[in-house]
């Protein structure tokens, strides 16, 4: 069986145009970039800059740029190296100067278009490739085209998603509103495009084409879209990424590794958040020698550097002594302090609620609270297996429990300031005045005015948390060391990266384009909700 | 001002006790013990052996009596072993000699012995922090100037295309950890796979003589990721000061815009990154342990993963000092500078 190439048949029609949208977009680009070192253009400006200095910008932009591609040697430039390097310097910059200077004749909005057009034209042959793929077999349009045929799930989601949501925009609060901004909608699909993938991948196993784990003889090391040798009927018949050096599937463990993240980051970031909260208003709100502890506490904990309480955490010596289990106890009860201390404070007057509805909630606060935290056959069993609920691996807890750890001093660091910010507005004054307990201020008056940062934060934290998940796999801690998860597999890869280069470089690309996402999604939260 | 400096340098004091506290108490939790107890040995060793190997090298003692003779507050221990022979803290847990001292903890100078490197560890951390120090000052003469101009490009025209531009870019740098930029350099620039083998993908050879070709993936990868942040900090601080009255009452004085952004608000604009930038150095030590990691460039940050998968105690209670302290005196120097550069702001 033949091998898949990048684009298979169909690419040699469409390639051409493909990638001369490409280098378009490129020198487009660079134009526009030195084009907006000044704006040295139209009749209403105040004080326009001197020419001779509007120029330095693209000279010195343009210029290095060609100085630094023609020491490189690349074909079109190695002219340009002019066997003296600092002759070469010059030369360079002179063309920088002349690009300059006839950059300036164009208007700068012109480039702009320019520069839009060829993106667009970009983004509209690539989703050819990936639409293309969609309805025919793989061989006629590679590897990309397959695929994008594997994530059908995922295209049909994210579409429906979007689609649903543009539509209904206008009632949607903050999150209707991100479709208002570019950066925002480009961020909001990475972060779902993953969040689909991960939940029809790991979750129903409609996209991974083969056992993340299972290694196939002869398939180790294998380049991107190498036939599966002896593949029988049923089998995906090729490796879409190639193999790893254990024959594995790099395309099927991204798939499956993106589970791991997707469930982790965010509910880690959810508990930093409530321990964070749920000290950091009493901090912000009573002061005094409680904030002065807390305080203490925190910077102390951030004061560590972060792979350091990794190496000392994460390690087999310390699961065994049973320590993340312990900091587990302490951790996730704070979830359920927050919501019993919500709850009480804004319902405790009403009738019924502390005779039934309080103690049943308690009831299973608990309950979830016993069996997360009790793992049967470690030093902490507290209920017996019958009523523990789930079980999390040992490797998996250690990980969240650090993740936690070192999340939390920051947000309690953020809510502690923001509650400092807003306790003096009149309306906690009034709360204070009607009466009601610290508590209820907190909870109902403060949190959900402080909502606007706290929101981003979380974006950006999430990706935060993403990181960390992969510096604890990059040193091999943690998850054990077939886990498909992004850090794990990268450091699994690199011994071998200056040969084999897609082991490696898919779960880098994942991960950087979950964690841009999740960076650019904050972004767009971040401009909406100061537009208000 | 004094009292200011005298109180945080006291706080910090406090903070680092505390920290090697705990850091001492996980490194010296019973199961570490044994793995150090069975690498220094042998690995077949029973558990009762461990147990007498531990004892007769002090490890038993209570915690505190371990910790207080590590800082060197108690008298190191001397105990006749199971086995027959005497050995003591000051004697590196061998024979003890005459004229060994009574105290050997860290305020009188001796930081221990490594067990991973068969070296005092103070020598050890020294030319390992210097190695490092050599990176990072090229990871800092790399970042500062060129996120700051990224930054004032950025921000002196607020909502411009360039501006945008430059944006997006800090964004996508801080969304690249150093892990994935690392091997994305290492796979493009030295790869036989790609072929362009313009640099070198180790920076062994940089510990004794650095050049282009050994350091600068290294440096950049470090560099490029604090760069995202700072040059965003340094946008929004510009943008601010862009905005003031008195930026409006030169540019009306027809002062040219070059000579409002070079002369009148650059200086304001570089107060805020300046605590930044401090504050970015502790996070650096992140980039610094796994650049150093990823390109076998054996520092400090090497010496921290090497100490901690060997549970190495002396060693990681000494690298655990150095991180505490670099992050604390980063936190004073930001204060302090505050101060310098922002006269409206007073410490009482």
């Known amino acids: 069986m033949q091998n898949l190439?990048?684009?298979?048949?169909?690419?040699?029609?469409?390639?051409?145009?493909?990638?001369?949208?490409?280098?378009?977009?490129?020198?487009?680009?660079?134009?526009?970039?030195?084009?907006?070192?000044?704006?040295?253009?139209?009749?209403?400006?105040?004080?326009?800059?001197p020419p001779t200095i509007a120029l330095m910008g693209p000279t010195a932009f343009i210029g290095l740029m060609i100085w630094l591609l023609g020491l490189t040697g690349l074909a079109p430039f190695?002219?340009?190296?002019?066997?003296?390097?600092?002759?070469?310097?010059?030369?360079?910059?002179?063309?920088?100067?002349?690009?300059?200077?006839?950059?300036?004749?164009?208007?700068?909005?012109?480039?702009?278009?320019?520069?839009?057009?060829?993106?667009?034209?970009?983004?509209v042959l690539f989703s050819v490739y990936l639409i293309v793929g969609l309805f025919v077999a793989p061989e006629t349009t590679g590897i990309?085209?397959?695929?994008?045929?594997q994530l059908t799930p995922t295209w049909i989601a994210l579409g429906a998603t979007f689609a649903l949501s543009i539509y209904y925009k206008r009632g949607l609060g903050l999150y209707g509103k991100l479709f208002d901004s570019p950066i925002g909608m480009i961020g909001l699909a990475l972060v779902l495009f993953w969040v689909f993938t991960a939940l029809f991948g790991a979750?129903?196993?409609?996209?991974?084409?083969?056992?993340?784990?299972?290694?196939?003889?002869?398939?180790?090391?294998?380049?991107?879209?190498?036939?599966?040798?002896?593949?029988?009927?049923?089998?995906?018949?090729?490796?879409?990424?190639?193999?790893?050096?254990?024959?594995?599937?790099?395309?099927?463990?991204?798939?499956?590794?993106?589970?791991?993240?997707?469930?982790?980051?965010?509910?880690?970031?959810?508990?930093?958040?409530?321990?964070?909260?749920?000290?950091?208003?009493?901090?912000?709100?009573?002061?005094?020698?409680?904030?002065?502890?807390?305080?203490?506490?925190?910077?102390?904990?951030?004061?560590?550097?972060?792979?350091?309480?990794?190496?000392?955490?994460?390690?087999?010596?310390?699961?065994?002594?049973?320590?993340?289990?312990?900091?587990?106890?302490?951790?996730?009860?704070?979830?359920?302090?927050?919501?019993?201390?919500?709850?009480?404070?804004?319902?405790?007057?009403?009738?019924?609620?502390?005779?039934?509805?309080?103690?049943?909630?308690?009831?299973?606060?608990?309950?979830?609270?016993?069996?997360?935290?009790?793992?049967?056959?470690?030093?902490?069993?507290?209920?017996?297996?019958?009523?523990?609920?789930?079980?999390?691996?040992?490797?998996?807890?250690?990980?969240?429990v650090s993740v936690v750890f070192v999340n939390s001093p920051t947000v309690f660091r953020i809510v502690r300031g923001l509650t400092l910010d807003v306790k003096i507005r009149d309306y906690v004054a009034a709360a204070q005045t009607r009466g009601e307990g610290?508590?209820?201020?907190?909870?109902?008056?403060?949190?959900?005015?402080?909502?606007?940062?706290?929101?981003?934060?979380?974006?950006?934290?999430?990706?935060?948390?993403?990181?960390?998940?992969?510096?604890?796999?990059?040193?091999?801690?943690?998850?054990?060391?077939?886990?498909?998860?992004?850090?794990?597999?990268?450091?699994?890869?690199?011994?071998?990266?200056?040969?084999?280069?897609?082991?490696?470089?898919?779960?880098?690309f994942c991960l950087m384009s979950l964690v841009l996402g999740l960076n650019l999604l904050a972004d767009g939260l971040r401009e909406e909700s100061l537009r208000d | 001002m004094g009292m200011f400096i005298l109180r945080r340098t006291g706080v910090m004091l406090l903070t680092a006790i505390c920290l090697t506290f705990i850091v001492f108490i996980m490194t010296n939790l019973y199961p570490n013990l044994e793995k150090l107890a069975k690498n220094e040995g042998n690995f077949r060793m029973s558990d009762a052996e461990v147990a007498s190997y531990l004892g007769n090298r002090g490890y038993t003692q209570g915690k505190l009596q371990n910790y207080g003779e590590w800082l060197g507050i108690l008298p190191g221990y001397v105990i006749k072993g199971i086995d027959g022979k005497t050995r003591g803290r000051c004697s590196n847990h061998g024979a003890v000699l005459e004229n060994s001292a009574k105290y050997c903890g860290v305020i009188q100078g001796h930081w221990g012995f490594s067990s991973r490197f068969k070296e005092p560890v103070s020598q050890i951390v020294i030319t390992r922090l210097a190695l490092t120090g050599k990176l990072m000052f090229w990871v800092l003469?790399?970042?500062?100037?060129?996120?700051?101009?990224?930054?004032?490009?950025?921000?002196?025209?607020?909502?411009?295309?360039?501006?945008?531009?430059?944006?997006?870019?800090?964004?996508?740098?801080?969304?690249?950890?150093?892990?994935?930029?690392?091997?994305?350099?290492?796979?493009?620039?030295?790869s036989s796979a790609v072929g362009l083998k313009w640099f070198k993908g180790s920076a062994t050879s940089a510990m004794d003589h650095a050049t282009l070709e050994n350091f600068l993936l290294p440096v950049i990868t470090i560099s490029l990721y604090g760069m995202g942040y700072i040059a965003r900090m340094t946008r929004a601080s510009m943008a601010e000061v862009m905005t003031a009255q008195y930026i409006r009452t030169a540019r009306l004085k027809g002062v040219s815009f070059a000579n409002i952004v070079l002369k009148h608000a650059l200086r304001n604009a570089l107060i805020a990154p300046f605590t930044v930038i401090m504050l970015q150095i502790p996070w650096l030590l992140n980039g610094v342990v796994i650049v150093e990691v990823l390109f076998n460039f054996k520092g400090f940050g090497?010496?921290?993963v090497q100490a901690a998968s060997n549970n190495d105690i002396d060693l990681l209670l000494a690298v655990s000092v150095v991180g505490v302290v670099v992050v604390l005196l980063t936190q004073l120097i930001s204060d302090i500078g505050y101060v310098f550069l922002n006269p409206r702001i007073r410490i009482s």
């Open chain 1, 5 to 49: 190439t990048w684009t298979g048949t169909f690419g040699a029609y469409i390639n051409p145009f493909f990638l001369t949208a490409l280098s378009a977009f490129f020198l487009f680009a660079v134009a526009a970039i030195a084009r907006g070192f000044s704006r040295a253009d139209g009749a209403t400006l105040l004080n326009p800059t």
């Open chain 1, 78 to 123: 190695s002219i340009m190296a002019l066997g003296n390097i600092w002759l070469s310097l010059v030369a360079c910059l002179i063309i920088g100067l002349v690009a300059g200077f006839g950059l300036f004749q164009i208007s700068a909005k012109l480039i702009l278009k320019l520069v839009w057009g060829a993106s667009y034209a970009v983004l």
């Open chain 1, 144 to 149: 990309v085209g397959a695929i994008s045929k």
């Open chain 1, 203 to 400: 979750g129903f196993d409609l996209i991974a084409t083969h056992d993340p784990l299972g290694q196939v003889s002869g398939m180790k090391n294998k380049h991107p879209g190498f036939a599966l040798r002896g593949a029988e009927a049923g089998d995906y018949p090729y490796y879409l990424f190639g193999g790893d050096t254990l024959a594995r599937d790099v395309f099927s463990r991204a798939i499956v590794g993106s589970g791991i993240v997707i469930v982790i980051a965010p509910a880690a970031t959810i508990f930093a958040f409530m321990v964070g909260i749920t000290l950091g208003l009493p901090a912000g709100y009573f002061g005094g020698r409680l904030d002065t502890v807390l305080s203490f506490l925190s910077n102390m904990v951030l004061a560590f550097p972060v792979i350091l309480l990794f190496f000392l955490l994460v390690t087999p010596e310390i699961i065994e002594s049973g320590l993340p289990n312990y900091l587990a106890m302490v951790l996730f009860v704070f979830p359920v302090i927050f919501v019993a201390v919500a709850q009480y404070s804004k319902n405790r007057l009403k009738s019924k609620f502390l005779t039934l509805k309080f103690p049943i909630m308690m009831v299973i606060a608990i309950w979830l609270y016993l069996s997360l935290v009790s793992e049967s056959g470690t030093t902490i069993a507290i209920l017996p297996p019958l009523l523990d609920l789930f079980d999390v691996p040992s490797e998996i807890l250690v990980v969240f």
């Open chain 1, 438 to 508: 610290p508590w209820y201020i907190m909870l109902w008056e403060i949190l959900p005015n402080v909502r606007g940062p706290l929101i981003v934060d979380f974006c950006l934290r999430i990706g935060y948390a993403t990181i960390l998940l992969g510096t604890l796999g990059f040193f091999g801690l943690g998850l054990e060391s077939e886990s498909p998860d992004w850090g794990t597999t990268i450091n699994a890869g690199r011994k071998l990266l200056s040969v084999y280069l897609a082991p490696v470089l898919v779960p880098a």
């Open chain 2, 141 to 190: 003469m790399v970042m500062i100037p060129s996120a700051l101009i990224l930054g004032i490009m950025a921000g002196m025209r607020e909502g411009s295309q360039l501006d945008r531009t430059l944006s997006t870019g800090a964004i996508v740098t801080t969304a690249t950890p150093e892990y994935v930029s690392g091997v994305i350099f290492i796979a493009v620039f030295t």
């Open chain 2, 302 to 304: 090497w010496v921290l």
